[in-house]
DNA sequence: TAATAATTGCACTTCTATTGCATTTTATTT
DNA sequence: AAATAAAATGCAATAGAAGTGCAATTATTA
């Protein structure tokens, strides 16, 4: 049985705007990893800074996560449902397709059990795998 | 048996310069890796642009790799020797502190066999541990 | 309604990465 | 060795993302 998104802000203890709606909707319909850019085009009504601050506020909370391709440019995307961004659970790995340049959430591809030398503590490991995503190898 | 810095880089078809046998050595005596700033420190009296296209030159040639540690900025680290920045036998681990905001190679770690999704195809890689490092976890 | 707190919008700043072009240095050819 | 060509270096400027201070607006609480 669905929330709606209204009590899933509420849920995660944020406060319900216009905003905030539209923006989660936005990122909801995404298969893809959105930059800030992608948002601030979507909304041209709207503020950068507003934006920016929503998306942090969502990834604090954590509704988003933010992912670093390594293009230099951060992307978020929505969290799974139930997701709390668990280093053991939730972590999954990203692809960054190098021709049309987007970047996916393979989050039914968790990351395996990395092991560190001695000494070393894990508290978040981020894996992208980069190369041709499945509509650029056909 | 080593190779003197000058045979390295035109074994790379890399010009020996000045700056370049600087750089490289400067990179060598590293065990972490560096950032542009780092050098620019070490090198006052060399200009940045210089150094970046050094640390450039360095990477399209193989002879560094660069390292997104997700911090936003670009590090670089000497490669091993023999390495060719392959995607099945040169890819280890990065580990990022973040306590003492120092990131290593860890060279003795590749990184396991990642599947991806029918129709991607894997074309580089990019694993990054964060957490508490060996020297800061005594 | 009045007081309070959170959100939003605007202007500005910081920092990294990157480029164009002139100058200098290095390599090659005559 | 001198002339020529090619590459490296230095300087100045730009682009672009990220982040912040503060005032204005909107929502919440008393
Ligand atoms: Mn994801
Ligand atoms: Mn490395
Ligand atoms: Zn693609
Ligand atoms: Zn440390």
Redesign the interface.
């Known amino acids: 049985m669905m929330n709606t998104i209204e009590e899933i802000l509420e849920s995660k203890n944020i406060r319900v705007t216009a905003m905030r709606l539209l923006i989660y909707k936005f990122l909801a319909e995404k298969e893809i990893a959105v930059t800030l850019s992608d948002v601030e085009n979507a909304f041209e009504k709207a503020d950068r800074t507003t934006l920016y601050r929503t998306l942090k506020t969502f990834e604090e909370k954590d509704i988003v996560h933010q992912i ?1 391709d ?1 293009t ?1 440019i ?1 992307k978020y995307a929505l969290c799974e449902p139930g997701c709390n961004c668990d280093i053991n659970t939730d972590l999954h ?1 990203h ?1 960054h397709c ?1 021709n049309c340049n987007e970047t996916i959430c ?1 989050t ?2 968790k990351i ?1 059990q ?22 650029c ?2």
């Not at 560190?116 to 978040?124: A, D, I, M, R, T």
């Not at 992208?128 to 499945?134: E, L, M, N, Q, R």
């Open positions: 670093d390594g230099g951060t790995l692809f190098n393979l039914d591809h395996p990395i092991k560190v030398p001695k000494g070393f503590v894990s508290e978040n490991i981020n894996l992208v795998v980069k190369g041709i995503c499945d509509k190898s056909l």
